[in-house]
């Protein structure tokens, strides 16, 4: 089993930035896929991010590419999200997620934490 516990998220002002942290615990997550997803009030979730636990293979969505930056410290078991020139379209609840590289679909959420971005 996998723990996964955001933190990091608040409210920023336009063209501010945030860092989400995601602390994992329990088994190794070595060689699994970890990222980033989001959901805003009344929409579905939303993929914004993700890397091999490695540091390798980093995928970043259109729409927040070359405003945001994932990373691992496979040391400290902590993901990261770097979000800088924040939207208000950038506000949601953000998750940390983690799967198995042979499986598709997300296997272990995070409790999510807010991010609020306002104009």
């Known amino acids: 089993q996998v723990q996964l516990v955001e933190s990091g998220g608040g409210l920023v002002q336009a063209g501010g930035s945030l860092r989400l942290s995601c602390a994992a615990s329990?088994?190794?997550?070595?060689?699994?896929?970890t990222g980033w997803v989001r959901q805003a009030p009344g929409k579905e979730r939303q993929f914004v991010a993700a890397?091999?636990?490695?540091?390798?293979?980093?995928v970043i969505d259109a729409s927040v590419k070359g405003r945001f930056a994932i990373s691992v410290d496979n040391v400290q078991n902590r993901m990261y999200l770097q979000m800088n020139s924040l939207k208000p379209e950038d506000t949601a609840v953000y998750y940390c997620?983690?799967?198995?590289?042979?499986?598709?679909?997300?296997?272990?959420w995070g409790q999510g934490t807010q991010v609020t971005v306002s104009s």
């Open positions: 890397i091999n636990w490695s540091g390798d293979n980093t």
């Open positions: 329990g088994d190794t997550l070595s060689g699994f896929r």
């Open positions: 997620a983690a799967r198995r590289a042979s499986v598709i679909t997300w296997e272990y």
